[in-house]
């Protein structure tokens, strides 16, 4: 059984930080492209952030410097850090695992950010 279980999240102030992790289990880890995803109130999903099994990072352009994605192949983890917090970055926010064939979500983690 596939499980991805994301935790950090919680209420922060602006400017503030946050570290997410994603533990993953029922998949070879190192096989899967990781990536962070989130979805503000009244807004689509989007990607933030992903790493390849290699990591090589990519990240979207609203948290690009504030944000780093790094993962831990032996722990079967990956992490968001999550600097400079912003109200804009309130959010759930949500761990992917991908590859050819599969798709895997976590249930989410909220994120509040107060200004």
């Not at 944000?67 to 992490?79: A, G, K, L, M, Q």
């Not at 309130?90 to 994120?111: E, F, K, P």
Request: charged share 15%.
């Amino acid at each position: 059984q596939v499980q991805l279980v994301e935790s950090g999240g919680g209420l922060v102030q602006a400017g503030g930080s946050l570290r997410l992790s994603c533990a993953a289990s029922g998949i070879r880890f190192s096989f899967y492209v990781m990536g962070w995803y989130r979805q503000a109130p009244g807004k689509q999903r989007e990607l933030i952030a992903q790493i390849t099994s290699g990591s090589t990072a990519t990240y979207t352009d609203s948290v690009k410097g504030r944000f780093t994605i790094s993962r831990d192949n032996f722990e079967n983890t990956v992490y968001l850090q999550m600097n400079s917090l912003k109200a804009e970055d309130t959010a759930v926010y949500y761990c992917n695992a991908a590859s050819i064939t599969h798709d895997y979500w976590g249930q989410g983690t909220r994120v509040t950010v107060s200004s």
